[in-house]
């Protein structure tokens, strides 16, 4: 009898947490699977086969370098450009995989393996919000269903959007590349609102990348645009001393 009850507080326990992350990651799958079609439509129109577009969603699983990539391969950037290109875009996660496994010290190391495999910004952002689940009985499972949710959103929304890139109107699967600039714009312009330093480095960036246009291919412009701005921000965003 003391199995008995044994079992099922722990299947109580699973069911908790699988509800909670369940409830808490919806959100971010309603988020996440508009963009994925988006970056679906637009690889499809950069050239890549519906497995090769669906294929980087499930081992890169990067929104904003995806963007990136497929709009690199449609301008024909080389393999070497768009690696570099995307692992300075994605820098940040190592800060935040730091942060993040900080949290998750309470956790077993076979579940923060998977788990920091599906680190995104709003997987981060959501942790952050939930700490004590970790601490909590079958913990691991909210994050696990969190993670998972975030993940087969964001592929399953590729693979549909590279579905419906063969079969829409190529004029309107064309219009949609200006969501590729709307989605940076959206992330820049809050950042810009609470310090306006921000704004310089993107124009720095954006400054240096026209200029590079000049003399070399758009790929390795968008690769030294992106490094010189990034360090741009060490001196710009460096605190005034007293």
Known sequence: METINLNRKTVAAKMTMFKRGFTVGFP???GYIPIAI??????KQAGLTLTELTLM???????ASQFMGANMIALGAGAIEIIIATFVLNFRHFVMSLSYMN??????????????????DETFAVSSLHTKEA??????IFYITLT???YLSWVFGSLLGGVLGEIIPEVLSQSMGIALYAMFIGLLVPSVKKELR????ALVAMLVNVICLQFMSSGWAIVVGTVLGGLSG???LKEERS
Not at 38 to 43: E, K, M, P
Not at 198 to 201: A, Q, T, W
């Open 198 to 201: 921000v704004g310089m480095i």
């Open 38 to 43: 988006t970056y679906g439509v637009l690889a």
């Open 28 to 30: 971010i799958m309603l």
């Open 135 to 140: 601490n909590e009985e079958k913990g691991f």
């Open 57 to 63: 969603s499930v081992l890169v699983f990067a929104g």
């Open 148 to 150: 998972l949710i975030a």
């Open 234 to 236: 060490v001196f710009l």
């Open 103 to 120: 949290r998750m010290r309470p956790v077993a190391l076979k579940w923060k393996l998977p788990l920091s495999l599906g680190l995104t």
